[in-house]
């Protein structure tokens, strides 16, 4: 008998050849299956039509495809071993058969689990450059290198972002540490020496002749709470001359989202963590992170509900607009308790102490928006006797005469791009200069 005649197992075939066989065709057509009956038709009406956005349908028509091309392909396979006594031969050599079921009986569930959450579970932008944290709750992973806010960022052997300073205070320099959130971290800013920290070094060492240390301790989504924490655990190491408290406006609003505050939404920053290296491998799965996003609601809730505090007080428009709304002004007194906490913690160190409203683009983009922020701190610094820099009209002179030029200098409205950081670092230099008595060298 040719090779050719021999259409299908032969009944003397052992069962587990045929078996085999059986499981590759039955396989294949149920894959077949799914690629029919996973449509957006059936799903409009089990699920309803405002589930399925035009990016949803894209992706049910993307994991039919799949089913349809991993179906065809355990069919031919199972074909090839009916017609052909080769094919048949080396598929049921010994051991290989069972390695073939074995992996099988892995890989189609997990395939098909995949194909089936990957249009339902959106994967936000991940990074390795948090990690959790028992008193601060998160911070910066040491020696971490990834993409975030669409740029590469290093993060070096201390935790903080930009060149790696030895805790021990170098001879004859003024060491300045800043303390705050994204914005003085510079958040989309690629180069570190780009962000605003530097960028006020650099202006000092012009203007004073001294050799000035920078330690950049921003951290995404830190408010006064936090950095007192880690002025206390780490930032006192450096032994700084100078603390620099950079404030932005969810530094009263953003804190709420956290369970500590009573919200249930958790850290934006450990929302977009690879909690592990598994989990970082593991980045590309929709699979994986629908099964995050079920143990989050086991965690906080099946509707994760937001605190009223949050729902109210996370509106930067209102905090702007309505400061003697009650929820405002509860979030204000437990914010400016918090920051007298930390100033009070930096001045026993007697180290020396500034602090800066930084800017926030609505403020300057809409007329008559308001400075209730930058009032309640003015304020808040006059009463603690601080030093205290408010650079929403530095932006606003800068800016004041080309529109265009207001653009490049965010890169949204919170976030300063490196153009915005230039324009805001000669007032910070100059804010130190004055304050503190520092030389002044420049011509």
């Not at 060149?163 to 303390?179: C, F, N, S, V």
Request: hydrophobic share 40%; with cysteine.
């Amino acid at each position: 008998m040719t090779e050719e005649q021999d259409q299908s197992p032969s009944p003397s075939a052992p069962p587990t050849d045929r078996m085999a066989w059986m499981l590759l065709v039955l396989a294949g057509l149920l894959l077949g299956l799914l690629a029919i009956l996973f449509n957006e038709f059936l799903l409009g009406l089990f699920l309803g039509k405002d589930t399925l956005s035009v990016g949803v349908i894209e992706l049910v028509r993307y994991s039919q495809l799949w089913f349809f091309i991993f179906g065809l392909i355990l069919v031919i396979g199972a074909l090839a071993i009916k017609g052909s006594s080769r094919a048949r031969a080396f598929f049921t050599g010994k051991g290989r058969l069972e390695a073939m079921l074995a992996v099988m009986a892995v890989t189609l569930p997990l395939l098909t689990l995949e194909l089936l959450a990957r249009p339902f579970t959106p994967r936000a932008e991940k990074t390795w450059i948090f990690v959790r944290d028992d008193d601060l709750g998160w911070k910066l992973r040491p020696n971490s290198t990834d993409i975030w806010g669409g740029v590469r960022v290093k993060i070096n052997g201390k935790g903080v972002r930009g060149p790696e300073l030895d805790y021990e205070r170098t001879p004859e320099t003024y060491r300045i540490l800043y303390l705050g959130d994204s914005v003085t971290f510079g958040f989309g800013i690629e180069d570190d020496l780009e962000t605003y920290p530097y960028q006020v070094e650099k202006n000092l060492e012009k203007t004073t002749g001294l050799d000035v240390e920078t330690i950049n301790s921003g951290v995404g989504g830190y408010s006064p709470w936090q950095e007192k924490i880690f002025f206390e655990k780490e930032g006192i190491k450096y032994q700084p001359d100078l603390a620099v408290i950079g404030f932005y406006l969810n530094d009263v609003t953003e804190k709420f989202k956290l369970p500590q505050f009573g919200g249930k939404e958790g850290s934006y920053q450990l929302n977009r963590a690879y909690a592990s290296q598994i989990d970082r491998w593991l980045r590309w799965s929709s699979a994986w992170a629908g099964i995050k996003q079920l143990n989050a609601r086991m965690r906080f809730g099946g509707d994760i509900k937001k605190s009223a505090l949050e729902i109210e007080a996370t509106n930067i428009d209102k905090l702007i607009r309505e400061p003697n709304d009650p929820v405002i002004q509860e979030a204000w007194k437990i914010t400016l308790r918090n920051l007298e906490k930390m100033v009070e913690s930096i001045r026993s160190t007697e180290t020396d102490l500034l602090l800066l409203s930084l800017p926030d683009k609505g403020q300057i983009e809409i007329p008559g928006y308001g400075t209730s922020p930058q009032d309640i701190l003015g304020q808040f610094a006059k009463d603690h006797d601080i030093p205290f820099l408010d650079l929403l009209p530095v932006m606003k002179r800068a800016t004041a005469d080309d529109p265009k030029r207001l653009d490049l200098c965010f890169r949204d409205y919170s976030h300063p791009t490196a153009l915005g950081a230039t324009v805001l670092a000669p007032s910070i230099a100059q804010a130190i200069q004055t304050h503190f008595d520092l030389p002044d060298k420049s011509e």
